[in-house]
């Protein structure tokens, strides 16, 4: 399993950012997909999951109605529309397998999000 997340940076509160995950070595369309963060000094938080087909999401409360998750299965591929950014979603966002969110081995590379003015 590798996963590979990037399009993270520095945004000012209230911007945008479109984060990817690109997945290999697994057949990434049968599997349910999450974007995991971990703020600094912090544990990890489960940010968003959708099924394998792309027809169900699920959101945080943190999260909900400003992010949208996505997903190419073609390109293998996870998206995450992230709206209306705010300090706190200041963190290292990583794609992980639904199943195995928690187990930071599947994690791969993640991509910085900084949230400031």
């Known amino acids: 399993v590798q996963l590979q997340a990037s399009g993270g940076g520095l945004v000012q509160p209230g911007g945008s950012l479109t984060l990817s995950c690109v997945a290999s070595g697994f057949t990434f369309g049968n599997y349910d997909m999450s974007w995991i963060r971990q703020a600094p000094g912090k544990g990890p938080e489960w940010v968003s999951a959708?099924?394998?087909?792309?027809?169900?999401?699920y959101y945080a409360d943190s999260v909900k109605g400003r992010f949208i998750i996505f997903r190419d299965n073609v390109k293998n591929t996870l998206h995450l529309q992230m709206l209306d950014l705010k300090p706190e979603d200041t963190a290292v966002y990583y794609c992980a397998p639904t199943s195995v969110w928690e187990d930071t081995a599947y994690w791969g590379q993640g991509t910085l999000v900084t949230v400031s003015s």
């Open positions: 959708i099924n394998s087909g792309g027809s169900r999401t």
